[in-house]
């Protein structure tokens, strides 16, 4: 049996601050962090010490080349600790960069640790115990908040401050830590968001937010200096006139668009609805459909697989049952 080596590596964000003259700001290392668990094998790391809402893919790709180091050097199980704001996004991009052989597991607190209530020790904790399993290793990176494991690429914050913040609203977690332990509910994801290659990143994908009766100037700005655009559409995938002549306008020029849904369970359909702006005249014109990810993942998706060299039907092949996209 291989003896266990758990890493922690720190980003900073709520579970590492401590209070400051203007509110609470990250201060407390990896090392500290990892300290409290208690356990004999295990290595610390800082990789960022900042808010999440200054973590973006540059970021994640640091992320993903230090986990990767950690597996190289014998570690068993990764343990992130990070902002809760972009938590998800992180994740998902770890799960697009890292072919995870071991468990990686994400975690952070919704209240600082100088609060009453805190509840970063029993995320960290939790987080120690699931990345200590190695069945994890087949669902990729998971983001533990709450005593519940979510994959990655369901994952949402849906509450602003309240304790219990994170949700699956596509099938809720597939775990939770019951007496210290990992309960798995539902088994690995048949299909991974493993992109089959990898590159910093270099492009630049704007995400438009789409609201009735929109006029498309938000779409043609985009198209200007961007590289790619995902559409956060209405409802199952659907935009205003203008929006759509925008869209067609910017795939001509050579800029792709890809359209999700604004909803948190953001499924988009394909043959449904007809007319100006459905998804029907969408995808005839040209745009690709992702099919359940949130504006910012396929935003990362469309980003890390552009800088690999991709092409967007390559990421998001939806025609195709149970893809990840």
């Not at 500290?32 to 893919?57: C, H, M, N, Q, Y």
């Not at 779409?219 to 203008?242: M, Q």
């Amino acid at each position: 049996m291989t003896e266990q080596m758990l890493s922690v590596l720190g980003m900073g964000g709520t579970i590492s601050t401590v209070p400051g003259p203007a509110g609470a700001v990250p201060r407390i290392t990896a090392n500290e962090l990892a300290s409290s668990l208690g356990v004999d094998r295990i290595r610390s790391k800082d990789v960022f010490t900042r808010s999440s809402r200054e973590i973006g893919p540059e970021q994640a790709w640091t992320l993903a080349a230090a986990i990767e180091d950690e597996i190289h050097c014998g570690a068993t199980g990764v343990v992130v600790t990070h902002g809760t704001d972009t938590i998800e996004e992180t994740a998902y991009a770890l799960a697009l960069l890292v072919a995870a052989r071991i468990p990686i597991v994400l975690t952070g607190a919704m209240r600082p640790p100088h609060m009453p209530g805190a509840d970063g020790p029993a995320n960290l904790r939790a987080a120690a115990s699931t990345a200590s399993c190695a069945e994890l290793a087949g669902y990729g990176p998971v983001v533990v908040m709450h005593d519940e494991i979510h994959l990655a690429s369901l994952v949402s914050k849906t509450h602003g401050v309240g304790v219990a913040a994170f949700t699956s609203p596509a099938a809720g977690p597939v775990g939770r830590i019951v007496e210290n332990e990992p309960l798995l509910l539902l088994g690995p994801p048949a299909q991974v968001a493993l992109l089959s290659r990898r590159a910093a990143p270099t492009k630049r994908v704007e995400v438009v937010s789409v609201c009735g009766g929109d006029d498309g100037l938000a779409v043609e700005s985009a198209a200007e200096r961007s590289d790619a655009i995902v559409l956060a559409a209405t409802g199952a995938g659907h935009v205003p006139t203008a929006v759509a002549a925008a869209a067609e306008s910017a795939i001509a020029d050579g800029v792709p668009v890809v359209f999700t849904s604004r909803c948190a369970d953001g499924l988009t359909l394909a043959e449904t609805y007809g007319g100006s702006g459905s998804e029907t005249a969408l995808l005839r014109a040209g745009l690709v459909r992702s099919r359940f990810l949130s504006p910012a993942k396929a935003r990362l998706r469309l980003l890390f697989g552009l800088s690999a060299g991709l092409e967007p039907d390559e990421l998001f092949p939806s025609a195709e049952k149970g893809t990840v996209g």
